[in-house]
């Protein structure tokens, strides 16, 4: 929801990574009062992205939208390696009235680099629909209430990701047998069998929090290797 934290929770996790490609939305004040929204990439290059004087067609609640001013700066956060991490904020109702903002969505969401993005829940469309539909992404609702907690939850689990990755590509870790699959981890061997709803794992992060490094790896091994 609108200020929940979540924008200022993603400036706080990003700072974790040294080789990243994204931008996140400030608020923009005059005298104490929010005038408008502006992006700032990865550099640190700034966009005007909505503002309360601005003379367009496009408007959100008391905000006229620029998308030009998006699109400028669409071309800074197309160009990433590998190796670099991406973040989103947001994907909400202004940024989508961009084609070429959804192209760019698509694009960090297809990549195999990890992303991170706010997504606004007061906003719903066929697009962000999909998004939240998709089968490799996680859906995480921050609170006031939950803000601290998730913080910590989030700070582990993107640790983990490229863990798994690792693990994917030493494909030698991995053991299928008839009701299980054990995982040769860092820390001993891990033990996942199929449920119902989907994989489980002995370790306990998986218990506390219902996914895991090893879960994601399994998960991404099978697709290569059936």
Same mark, same amino acid.
């Given at each position: 929801?609108? @200020?929940? *934290?979540?924008?200022?929770?993603?400036? %706080?996790?990003?700072?974790?990574?040294?080789?990243? #490609?994204? $931008?996140? +939305? /400030?608020?923009?004040?005059?005298?104490?009062? @929010?005038? *408008?929204?502006?992006?700032?990439?990865? %550099?640190?290059?700034?966009?005007?992205?909505?503002? #309360?004087? $601005?003379? +367009? /067609?496009?408007?959100?609640?008391?905000?006229?939208?620029?998308?030009?001013?998006?699109?400028?700066?669409?071309?800074?956060?197309?160009?990433?390696?590998?190796?670099? $991490?991406?973040?989103?904020?947001?994907?909400?109702?202004?940024?989508?009235?961009?084609?070429?903002?959804?192209?760019?969505?698509?694009?960090?969401?297809?990549?195999?680099?990890?992303?991170?993005?706010?997504?606004?829940?007061?906003?719903?469309?066929?697009?962000?629909?999909?998004?939240?539909?998709?089968?490799?992404?996680?859906?995480?609702?921050?609170?006031?209430?939950?803000?601290?907690?998730?913080?910590?939850?989030?700070?582990?689990?993107?640790?983990?990701?490229?863990?798994?990755?690792?693990?994917?590509?030493?494909?030698?870790?991995?053991?299928?047998?008839?009701?299980?699959?054990?995982?040769?981890?860092?820390?001993?061997?891990?033990?996942?069998?199929?449920?119902?709803?989907?994989?489980?794992?002995?370790?306990?992060?998986?218990?506390?929090?219902?996914?895991?490094?090893?879960?994601?790896?399994?998960?991404?091994?099978?697709?290569?290797?059936?």
């Amino acid at each position: 929801m609108p @200020r929940s *934290g979540k924008s200022t929770l993603l400036k %706080k996790l990003i700072t974790n990574f040294d080789q990243k #490609v994204g $931008f996140i +939305t /400030n608020e923009v004040r005059k005298y104490g009062d @929010r005038v *408008g929204f502006e992006l700032e990439n990865h %550099k640190g290059e700034k966009s005007m992205l909505a503002n #309360v004087d $601005f003379k +367009t /067609n496009l408007k959100v609640s008391r905000y006229f939208v620029d998308i030009k001013n998006l699109d400028e700066i669409i071309p800074s956060l197309e160009k990433f390696n590998e190796s670099d $991490f991406l973040f989103l904020d947001e994907i909400g109702q202004m940024e989508l009235f961009s084609e070429r903002f959804k192209i760019l969505v698509k694009k960090y969401f297809d990549s195999p680099n990890t992303c991170i993005a706010t997504l606004s829940k007061v906003y719903n469309d066929e697009f962000t629909e999909v998004i939240k539909k998709r089968n490799d992404i996680f859906l995480i609702e921050i609170n006031e209430e939950n803000r601290n907690e998730k913080e910590k939850y989030l700070e582990t689990l993107l640790r983990k990701i490229p863990k798994a990755r690792r693990y994917v590509s030493e494909p030698n870790r991995f053991s299928i047998n008839q009701s299980d699959v054990s995982i040769t981890t860092d820390h001993g061997t891990r033990i996942l069998t199929k449920q119902k709803e989907g994989w489980a794992c002995n370790c306990d992060f998986f218990q506390e929090n219902k996914v895991c490094s090893h879960i994601i790896a399994l998960e991404e091994y099978l697709k290569i290797h059936g």
